[in-house]
């Protein structure tokens, strides 16, 4: 049983990497003060190579996991080593899908694939102006299901698979304490954390269509401020009892 007091899932880009470069600085410099209290889960549309990428970087915080491509991936924050209790029903149920996706989606106005190689998922860029429901209709007739977020982005999932859920079955897999859990978002690929129950934030500069669809979540805090400030402004409003 995991005895942090505070267990932080947070999106990354315009929530855990949004706000200014002090906002940031002020949240990453609290959290590594009280880094063993704290366990760090990044909940992502990213890969993993993005991921490396910020860790070589090495101005965040490296995170305990990893809960990347929108709920698809689940590793260790270190090594990348998979959480396979957790991943593995994910790769069974997909399977070989993202090659039957390729073909069904492939003549679809409004979409454009994305770059990069993609294990349990397919994702797209997407023209809001010009995407048929047509395409929509395809994916779930194909037992698949479709996220849109930022009106930008189109990924296709498994059945059942998103932020929320996987963090939900990651939960329960470390036997973690989900009264101690902080989700953290801005965009309507964070709306399935929020519908977890968990205490949330969504930071101020989340989108319209999400804040809109979080005012039904009692757990959901509304900060006022963006990014990294939202969220050391839930930390507080939660009050997780950090100790110094």
């Not at 590594?32 to 366990?39: D, F, K, L, V």
């Not at 990347?68 to 080593?81: A, H, L, S």
């Not at 998979?82 to 994910?90: E, K, R």
């Not at 079955?169 to 470390?174: C, G, H, K």
Request: negative net charge; charged residues 25%; hydrophobic residues 40%.
């Amino acid at each position: 049983m995991c005895d942090h007091r505070l267990i932080l899932a947070t999106d990354l880009d315009g929530t855990f990497l949004g706000g200014s470069a002090d906002q940031r600085r002020s949240l990453y410099d609290m959290l590594t003060r009280h880094r063993r209290q704290i366990m760090i889960v990044f909940v992502t549309g990213r890969d993993l190579g993005f991921i490396d990428t910020l860790k070589a970087e090495g101005d965040v915080p490296v995170p305990d996991y990893v809960i990347g491509d929108v709920g698809t991936t689940i590793v260790r924050g270190d090594t990348f080593e998979p959480i396979a209790a957790v991943q593995d029903p994910i790769s069974r149920v997909w399977a070989e899908s993202g090659e039957r996706v390729k073909e069904m989606l492939r003549d679809e106005p409004g979409l454009k694939p994305q770059p990069g190689t993609f294990e349990r998922r397919m994702s797209y860029y997407y023209d809001p102006q010009t995407l048929r429901p047509e395409a929509m209709a395809k994916v779930e007739a194909a037992g698949l299901q479709w996220l849109t977020s930022a009106d930008m982005y189109f990924d296709v999932l498994p059945p059942g698979v998103s932020k929320g859920p996987t963090l939900l079955n990651f939960i329960d897999a470390l036997q973690l304490d989900a009264a101690r859990c902080l989700v953290a978002g801005d965009t309507m690929n964070d709306l399935s954390l929020f519908e977890t129950g968990l205490k949330g934030v969504a930071v101020g500069n989340a989108e319209p269509r999400l804040q809109a669809e979080l005012h039904r979540l009692p757990q959901t805090w509304f900060s006022p401020e963006p990014g990294c400030a939202g969220i050391a402004d839930a930390i507080r409003h939660f009050d997780f009892k950090l100790e110094d």
